[in-house]
Each structure stands twice: as structure tokens, then as C-alpha cells.
């Protein structure tokens, strides 16, 4: 934490990603909105004339913490093994990447799950993941269609269940622990296409 | 909506289960700690001394609505199917009701699954709803120990899976749309034990 007697110039030990880093836990404590330059200044043990030397404004710090985790979901469905193949291995890829981004990128997008909505830098991230939901859904699709995801649940619930199951990593995962992200997607992959009943 | 000119008088069509039930509606959209008695009597269309009429504080308002979350929970464990019979049947019954007391109460179980844990009521709701997670995830190890849980997943993995599913519904379910609450309850259990790979 920065000294009090820091508290009246800007610290030069911070960067533009450690102020987006510190900010980003703020509006996940505090709400984005709850959230004020001078609260923000206070998490940062500088002064309120210092922020703005790295950001313009509070929406600038929302809008590149949103990028960061949007960009990183984005890039999934460009990668080769997202594009081509068999759909359920395409599903399964982007599935465990996804689970990677939001493990590695964790209160970027803790952030861009929280979103109300009430700003039009809020909508505009919450149209691209919408975007991003629909490519998925599609794969999801893809599969049942090829023949390899069972035909006795309807699309859009699969789609909500699974997006439910990796979203609601954010609420509980611990980075550094003694589960590892790699450890995390084979075990939510294993729960989600093959059940937790034992086989026999 | 209460017409304008009611505002001045207590509202004799509201009980305290109507006023309650606006009350968790407001909480949710704005957030417990956000929303005064003002904001409260506003979305009610009744003066701030006409809601003392039904309740003496936020905090009573707080404390109703989530008994009535818990209370549907923890009412969960103590039906017959729950305690007797092998584990793995008790674990399905124990998720199935606990989908449609979630479905059924949606927005009081939503209030509870957002709670920060400010005040002490707050606390002490969490307390119990890490109560009764406790015992379903001590459902799950002996479902385990049993032979019909898979062992290859840390249990305490697969409770965080489960539960994450779960309460990810009331992010996106619509009470009375085209999939019943015994259908999702179906679904869930399908794919959470079954897997969504289909059968070869």
C-alpha cells in the first residue's frame, strides 16, 4: 500500500496497468458505478489530479479493463483449432480457452460479467459479449446437428447451463491455489460433456 | 402502478407480502446498500410513513426476505427423500427442490446469492446458506464414497460445479416461458450427471 506522505503527488511506480488494475478491483468491490474518482484515488494512495495524468476519465478506465477482457474472449474464436475440425472439438477448445482467459484475465472479467448495463460504454461491452455468447451458441449447435451432443435438451438451455457453469468460476476460484486453470477446464469439460456418475 | 394521488396515504391494497415482494424487486435492481426508504417508498407509490406502517425498518424488509429464501432451503434437507436412501438419489432430490424453491422464490433467492455481507444481517444469512451448501457438499462425498460419483474430481470442485450451475439460473431464467421449472430441473441433472455427450 502507498504511504500517506505519498498521497500528494503522483507515485512514479505506477504505470497505466497497475492504476487499471488497482481501479478494476475497486469497481468489482465497489460496484462501477458506486465507484468515484476520489474513491479510486484513495485505493491508489494518490491524489485525484494524479489519476488523470494516466487516464482522462473513470469511463476510460472501464473501457480498457472491458477491452482486456473482451479482446482476450474475441481472439479464441479466431485461433485455427476454433474454425476448423469437428464441431465438438471446436466447442471443447473454445470452452477450455475461455476458462483459461477468465482464470488468466479474472477481475477484468469479473467486471464484464457484473456489467448493469447503464452506461453506453456498459452496452457497447455487453453487445460484444452477446456477440461472443452467440458464436458459442452456434458451436453448440454445430454439434448437436453432427450428432455428437445429445438431442434431448434444448440448445438454448445447454448454452445458458454451460455459460453458467464457467461463468460462475469468477465467483469461487482462487488463482495460485491448489487447483490449477488446466486442472479447472478438464474438470468442468469432464462434469459438462461426460456427468459425474461413475461409469460402470 | 399506484396512481399519483395515492402517494399521500397508505395504500390499502398492499400488505405486507406485496410490499415485500416490490421491496426484493427494488433491492435487486439497485442494490441492498443503495436503496433508501425513499427509493422504497417511490417504487411503491406510498409515503416513507406509510411503509412504517407495514414494516419498522429496511433491514426487517431485508430479514423477511431472505428467511424466505433460506427457509425454502433449508426445509430442502428435512423431507424424507433427503436424509434416507442411498446418497446418490438423496444428492438429485436435494437439487431438484433446491431448482424450484430457486424457481419458485426467484427474486428472494437472487437477493440472497448478491448479498455482500454489510451488515449483520447480511452475515448471518450467508451463515446459513454456507449451512446448508455444507451439507450437499457432504451429499456429494458420500455419493462418492458410495461408488456413484466419478473420482477423478475433487469433491469440493464438484460442489463449486454444481452450485455455480444452479444459481446461475437466476441469471437468466424467465418464470413462465416455454421451459417448466420440472424440465430445466431435468436438464440440469441430465447434463451435470449424465453429460451433454451423447450416448454412443
Known amino acids: 500500500m502507498p504511504s500517506e506522505t505519498a498521497t500528494k503527488r503522483g507515485r512514479p511506480g505506477y504505470d497505466q496497468q497497475s492504476v487499471l488494475l488497482i481501479a478494476v478491483d475497486v469497481f468489482n468491490r465497489h460496484g462501477y458505478d458506486a465507484t468515484s474518482m476520489g474513491i479510486l484515488a484513495e485505493n491508489l494512495g494518490i491524489s ?48 477450455r480457452q475461455t476458462i483459461a482467459v477468465l482464470v488468466e484475465r479474472l477481475p477484468f472479467v469479473t467486471l464484464l460479467l457484473r456489467l448493469r448495463g447503464n452506461t453506453d460504454i456498459e452496452r457497447d461491452a455487453l453487445e460484444r459479449r452477446r456477440a461472443f455468447d452467440h458464436k ?3 458451436l453448440i449447435s454445430d454439434a448437436r446437428e453432427e450428432g455428437t451432443l445429445r438431442q434431448d435438451i434444448d440448445p438454448r438451455t445447454v448454452t445458458r447451463l454451460l455459460f453458467g457453469t464457467i461463468n460462475s468460476i469468477v465467483e469461487w476460484y482462487k488463482p495460485g491455489g491448489s487447483l490449477s486453470p488446466e486442472r479447472l477446464a478438464d474438470d468442468v469439460i469432464t462434469m459438462a460433456f461426460d456427468g459425474l456418475h461413475a461409469s460402470v
Open 48 to 95: 485525484k489530479s494524479a489519476i488523470y495524468h494516466h487516464v482522462p476519465s473513470k469511463g476510460d478506465l472501464l473501457k480498457l479493463a472491458l477491452e482486456h477482457a473482451l479482446g482476450g474472449l474475441e481472439a479464441i474464436l479466431e485461433q485455427p483449432e476454433a474454425v476448423t475440425g469437428a464441431a465438438d472439438a471446436r466447442l471443447e477448445f473454445v470452452l
Open 136 to 138: 458459442v451458441a452456434a
